[in-house]
Nanobody, 125 residues
Framework: QVQLVESGGGLVQAGDSLRLSCAAS????????MGWFRQAPGKEREFVSV????????YYADFVKGRFTISRDNAKNTVYLQMNSLKPEDTAVYYC??????????????????WGQGTQVTVSS
């Protein structure tokens, strides 16, 4: 059974940093594209970042470019999201998701096969 477990969320102040982790099991991790999404209350889930399978190219939503960095450690079956210079508008539940190899539309939530339970990130002003 495929499982994705996020961790690293918390309550921080604007300008602080967090590193989110997503540990995967039940899959050949290196063969899966890994994405990060977030969802605030009353809002639709939105794309944050993605890293292609086998440590391929990375892409970011415009609102996090220069602040967030996605990376993966295939030996640990883990994908990370380093979040710097956090803003109150970053407050959301952050989810990791995966799709075998490269999805057709990696910005679309419907392109992913599996999702984690999410981890809460709250940024105060």
């Amino acid at each position: 059974q495929v499982q994705l477990v996020e961790s690293g969320g918390g309550l921080v102040q604007a300008g602080d940093s967090l590193r989110l982790s997503c540990a995967a099991s039940g899959l050949t991790f290196s063969r899966y594209t890994m994405g990060w999404f977030r969802q605030a209350p009353g809002k639709e889930r939105e794309f944050v970042s993605v890293i292609s399978w086998s440590n391929g190219p990375t892409y970011y939503a415009d609102f996090v470019k220069g602040r967030f960095t996605i990376s993966r450690d295939n030996a640990k079956n883990t994908v990370y999201l380093q979040m710097n210079s956090l803003k109150p508008e970053d407050t959301a539940v952050y989810y990791c998701a995966c799709r075998f190899r490269s999805p057709t539309s990696w910005r679309n939530v419907d392109a992913y096969d599996y999702w984690g339970q999410g981890t809460q990130v709250t940024v105060s002003s």
